[in-house]
């Protein structure tokens, strides 16, 4: 029986021929990541079990992005014991305020991972990666921990769904659209512990930051992993980044897949999600009349250049509708340095937008865009539960940069074409 991406991965790094889904291996890893809010429970783990050294200091990513700049005092004292571990042991890849980014944008922006790699971080969007054709998924933070001490984790091998996807997206229509309609279409436990295998003509159509949103999203629909065969696309947005050879695997031709779904990428509207769950999805057509009270442009989903383009494009010479909230997050510092060199940040402040630093922020309810009570917000963030951003009687709705800029034009959701 063939194996699928994920597999060959994972044989690869156990020192396998071959994996079975179900079976429970031992994988070396490429890279472990934590970040201020994982990454002290880690290191209060790793020096419990009395370890006193690290495996590879290369190989380590400290990223502290949730709270930073720092908001009170427990958050300062979470980056004060990140910051003192990472001193300790010289860790290389440490990324504190002017120098870091949302984390899941940052690491591929640095080709910090890279296909074929087997990557773990105590942060459920780790997933990411896959977009560059690796294996990458969240864990908690005592297997990082022990991560972190020996480069090494568990797995229980996942079986995999394949998307076969055909056409190009239309105008408007991005991958984070692509990913919220397939969680709408299958839910939020409709690929639990398994991995979403990404192929077929139309991946060519997709950027890599339409692949990145897409892979970061799904662990909303309960996914191990995402993953998308590499192509061309896939190699030159490594060049130049990653400094180190790397593998491509490929699924075999008699892989074995649990589910298949045909999805035509020009059939793909923008799409909402509504409260309380990604997997409650609207079309924009079906959306209503929802007024709404913020909006919120950034995050590990859609911070990235592309993002920031597709919302000022829209924003141009247009004002955000009075008494409405409108906050920008670049991801990194190095997609805030392209916004202004390319004039976005001044169309956010002429529009009437706030541009924050890059921070995780409102995306967690942290901090930057905390909701009252009765408030409704439209994010490009990847969750809406209850109290998600803020109050338990708050509401988020999940879109795109386009949906999210339209609608903070008019005061309630709706689409580009029509703001």
Not at 27 to 48: C, H, Q, R, Y
Not at 206 to 232: P, Q, S, W, Y
Request: aromatic share 6%; glycine share 10%; net charge negative.
């Amino acid at each position: 029986m063939g194996m699928t991406m994920t597999q060959k991965i994972l044989a690869a790094h156990a020192g396998l021929d071959s994996v079975v889904a179900g079976q429970l291996i031992n994988a070396k890893l490429d890279m472990v990541l934590a970040n201020d809010i994982t990454g002290p429970v880690s290191i209060n783990e790793f020096e419990g079990a009395g370890f006193d050294k690290v495996f590879d200091k290369s190989r380590i990513s400290l990223v502290m992005d949730h709270f930073a700049p720092n908001k009170d005092i427990k958050s300062a004292e979470q980056c004060k014991k990140c910051r003192t571990f990472a001193k300790r042991f010289d860790i290389d890849n440490f990324y504190d305020v002017g120098e870091m980014g949302i984390e899941h944008a940052l690491l591929p922006e640095k080709g910090l991972v890279c296909a074929g790699e087997a990557i773990i971080g105590a942060d459920s969007h780790t997933c990411t990666y896959g977009a560059l054709g690796a294996f990458s998924t969240g864990v908690g933070s005592t297997d990082l921990a022990a991560g972190i001490a020996t480069g090494q984790a568990w797995f229980k091998v996942p079986s995999a769904i394949r998307f076969n996807l055909t056409g190009k997206l239309n105008k408007y229509v991005s991958g984070k659209d692509v990913i919220l309609h397939i969680i709408g279409m299958i839910g939020v436990d409709g690929a639990l512990y398994r991995s979403m295998e990404f192929t077929g003509p139309g991946v060519a159509s997709l950027t890599m930051d339409d692949r990145l949103c897409i892979c970061n999203m799904a662990i909303e629909a309960g996914g191990k992993n995402g993953i998308f065969h590499v192509d061309d696309i896939t190699k030159e947005y490594m060049k130049g980044r990653v400094n180190r050879d790397y593998k491509v695997f490929e699924a075999d031709a008699d892989a074995e897949y649990d589910e298949v779904y045909d999805i035509d990428l020009g059939t793909i509207k923008s799409t909402v999600s509504f409260p309380h769950l990604p997997e409650n999805t609207r079309t924009i057509d079906d959306v209503g009349e929802v007024e709404i009270d913020q909006v919120v442009i950034g995050s590990c989903t859609n911070g990235r250049i592309s993002d920031m383009k597709a919302a000022a494009d829209i924003l141009k010479g247009k004002h955000v509708a009075k008494g409405l909230r409108a906050i920008i997050i670049p991801a990194t510092q190095q997609v805030y340095k392209e916004s202004i060199a390319k004039g976005y940040i001044d169309t956010f402040i002429d529009a009437g937008c706030i541009v924050s630093t890059p921070t995780c922020g409102p995306c967690l309810g942290g901090h930057m865009g905390i909701l009252a009570s009765g408030e409704r917000c439209v994010a490009t963030t990847n969750r809406n539960f209850v109290g998600r951003m803020g109050d338990t009687e708050s509401e988020v709705y999940l879109a795109s940069p386009e949906v999210a800029a339209a609608s903070a034009i008019a005061g309630k959701i709706c689409g580009p074409e029509r703001s």
